[in-house]
């Protein structure tokens, strides 16, 4: 099994749900944020992303793209499996679970709450989605250990996703300003990802001082996630710097 590591986390190229090395192996509760954005199941049979965009389409053709083409029945089945472990090793678990799939989890989780990551620049893959700027965040256990972070609760994040992405493979890399936010706001000990893609949660984790365990099965992406991990180091190693440029007299 390939490992990458940074200072304050590493990557396990690894089915989520191994029994040796991911999920199941780890201790109950033992990771204080889940933070992660699964594959949606967008029934891409060639593994493209759909775009109206001449533009979108020449910029994906240089992705290396993932499956995401499963029967329903079995997508929600494989989703179920590797959340129920997921919730059993975080205190908080927060995803995004793509427009389709939202009304799944809100069925099968009654105590599930949602918050809304809104973007005026999002383009959508077809004509139909470009006219929806927004996508659903669902959380478990955001108000049952600290009581400050029930405003998580129906908020609205407009965070634009002023990242540059053109040196990535992989294909949608998360918003890196919205998983800095989340991150921020919640303050956690310890953050987990079951789906590392392209590392943002890495990068994220990096630059602040946070540990970190991610799992991605396509070793694909790790030229990514090695390169963001190298990212998150440099933000830490600048923040240390600024802060000693001016110190305060006492």
Known sequence: MKILKGNYGECRFCDNMDQDHGLPSLEEKSWDLCLTDPPYNLQRSDGKIRSTSKKSQLYDQFKISYSDNMPEKEYYKWCDSWMDESVLKSNIYIFTPG???????????????????????????????????????????????????????FAIFEEM????????????????????????ELKPSSVIDPFLGSGTTAEVCESLGIPWLGFELMEEYSPDIEKRIQRGILKKKHAKKQQTLFPVNK
């Not at 990242?163 to 800095?180: A, S």
């Open 99 to 153: 427009y389709k799939n939202f009304k799944h989890y809100i069925l099968k989780y009654p105590l599930i709450e949602m918050a809304i990551y809104y973007d005026i620049t999002t383009q959508g893959g077809c004509k139909i989605a470009s006219f929806r700027k927004w996508e659903p965040i669902l959380c478990l256990g955001i108000g049952d250990h600290r009581k400050q972070h029930k405003r998580f609760k």
């Open 161 to 184: 996703n002023t990242y540059n992405y053109t040196d990535l493979n992989h294909p949608c890399p998360k918003n890196i300003n919205l998983w800095q936010r989340i991150i921020r």
